[in-house]
Nanobody
Framework: VQLQASGGGLVQAGGSLRLSCAAS????????MSWFRQAPGKERLFVAA????????HYSDSVKGRFTISRDNAKNTVYLQMNSLKPEDTAVYYC???????????????WGQGTQVTVSS
């Protein structure tokens, strides 16, 4: 599966952005999906994940209550709604597909091209 993230940009602190991750090559409807981010000079970190149906989600503590992950299996697309953005959210955001449909014992891979999010103070 090929994954393409989009929707990034420059936003002021407190603003919002909605990222999209479009999948091609095969359906992602049976797989968990996730978002990770990587700031300059730092390792890639987990942000959010969603199971195959959208009925289960998981967030890192740093974004809980501000970000929302969702999916539209009919469109083969996953979203990340980011509200109340902070300068420390600045990073390249990547989506990844899971090795199975649930959020237990899952590994994420098939990294696509990321999208840059820059939050100014």
């Amino acid at each position: 599966v090929q994954l393409q993230a989009s929707g990034g940009g420059l936003v002021q602190a407190g603003g919002s952005l909605r990222l999209s991750c479009a999948a091609s090559g095969r359906t992602i409807s049976s797989y968990a999906m996730s978002w990770f981010r990587q700031a300059p000079g730092k390792e890639r970190l987990f942000v959010a994940a969603i199971n195959w149906s959208g009925g289960s989600t998981h967030y890192s503590d740093s974004v809980k209550g501000r970000f929302t992950i969702s999916r539209d299996n009919a469109k083969n697309t996953v979203y990340l709604q980011m509200n109340s953005l902070k300068p420390e959210d600045t990073a390249v955001y990547y989506c990844a597909a899971g090795s199975n449909g649930e959020l237990v014992e899952v590994e994420f891979g098939n990294w696509g091209q990321g999208t840059q999010v820059t939050v100014s103070s």
